[in-house]
């Protein structure tokens, strides 16, 4: 019987590699955020808490705030929607449904704010119709709303599928048979099993809600403290070197994505645990 060798690398291969990790993260990811919070608070701490009170900026974190509250449970429902009808159900047209889903993925931001300038501006498809009954939509509030819902849509279904294909139909069919309605299956039975895939999905929804600039941008109008989010808003202040407050804006945002990071992390956590007690499930 022959023995493997087992090959490790030269412990200055290792060494190598670990000095440039730390290089490339400190360069490109840890002193971008220091320099943010630096100049954030260059001028102090009151003058950075004043930022607040300026009005363009209380309506951009209020514009991204009620943005997130309604886009975030509209594609969480339609995900989870969408995630069931893929795992449980077979019927015509499944595959381009599942391939639809990664639309938003594959077109860039600024044509997805364009795709809704041509259907709801003024020249659209239904532009007359929505000026004939005095509703706006691009250049106002409802055009942002589409414009996140659209780039934020396939993160919970993208999360949801693979992990409901794994769990199978036994569980459900199981609860069917004992007489339980579909409501009590979903409930009972099948959201504690996604309960974390699902809260991952989310939390990157709300991440890319809370971010997006290029179909915002083109949808909004940039109507100053009507339609500018925190990102839009930022770019602003950058623009007419009002620099203290697009950093102070700006620190909100990191410290937002900051938190978003650590919670994503810890759900990988439980999400890993749960994979593998399943494997042991399917093993045994």
Not at 258 to 278: D, P
């Amino acid at each position: 019987m022959v023995k493997k060798r087992i090959v490790q690398e030269p412990l200055w291969v290792k060494i190598l590699l670990f000095f440039i990790s730390g290089i490339f993260l400190s360069v490109f990811i840890a002193l971008p955020l220091i320099t943010i919070f630096q100049e954030a608070l260059k001028s102090g701490i009151v003058v950075y808490l004043q930022t607040f009170t300026d009005p363009g900026v209380t309506s951009a974190i209020r514009l991204s705030l009620l943005t997130i509250v309604i886009c975030v449970p509209i594609n969480t429902f339609f995900g989870i929607f969408i995630a069931w009808l893929v795992t449980k159900y077979e019927f015509p047209g499944k595959r381009i449904l599942i391939t639809a889903i990664e639309v938003p993925f594959s077109i860039s931001p600024v044509i997805a704010g364009l795709l809704f300038i041509f259907m709801f501006g003024a020249i659209g498809w239904f532009g007359t119709w929505l000026i004939d009954h005095g509703i706006k939509i691009v250049f106002a509030f409802p055009g942002i709303v589409l414009a996140v819902l659209f780039v934020s849509f396939p993160f919970v279904a993208r999360e949801l599928i693979p992990l409901m294909r794994v769990l199978g139909k036994d569980d459900e069919e199981a609860a069917l048979t004992l007489g339980a309605s579909g409501f009590q299956i979903f409930w009972k039975v099948t959201l504690p099993n996604i309960k974390w895939g699902l809260l991952y999905g989310i939390i990157l929804t709300n991440a890319r809600a809370l971010g997006e600039f290029g179909a915002v941008s083109v949808v909004s109008g940039l109507v100053r403290g009507v339609t500018t989010t925190m990102p839009l808003y930022i770019d602003i202040l950058y623009g007419e070197y009002m620099f203290r407050a697009a950093f102070a804006v700006a620190s909100i945002m990191t410290f937002l994505a900051l938190f978003t990071i650590i919670a994503k992390a810890v759900l990988e956590y439980f999400i890993a645990a749960q994979r593998k007690s399943m494997e042991v499930e399917i093993q045994l």
